[in-house]
């Protein structure tokens, strides 16, 4: 979900338009959350959990792993260039893969 957040500011969303816009367009990931009563606001949580998690720890290993995948993004994209549209049209095609 991170992974689409960033497609959707790359779009041109600012970070509280694209947690909005993913909690308007996909409400059935509301399932995903374990505490917090709204879905932006534990989108944001991830991200800062994510974000400060130590190497090596369980947290950590997700964190590596949305560095690699948006390194994998970022590469993608060098080699064919992403308009604001496919942008998020990607965001779209992860979020509606996810099955809470």
């Known amino acids: 979900m991170l992974v689409a957040?960033?497609?959707?500011?790359?779009?041109?969303?600012t970070h509280e338009k694209a947690t909005s816009y993913i909690n308007s367009k996909y409400p059935k990931l509301r399932r995903l959350m374990t505490r917090g009563r709204d879905?932006?606001?534990?989108?944001?949580?991830?991200?800062r959990e994510l974000e400060e998690a130590k190497q090596g720890t369980f947290l950590g290993i997700f964190a590596q792993h949305l560095i690699d995948m948006q390194e994998e993004l970022k590469n993608r994209s060098?080699?064919?260039?992403?308009?604001?549209?496919?942008?998020?049209q990607f965001a779209d095609n992860v979020l509606a893969r996810i099955q809470p």
């Open 78 to 88: 060098s080699s064919r260039p992403m308009n604001l549209e496919r942008w998020r």
């Open 39 to 47: 879905l932006p606001g534990t989108i944001k949580r991830w991200r």
């Open 5 to 13: 957040l960033d497609a959707l500011k790359k779009s041109g969303m």
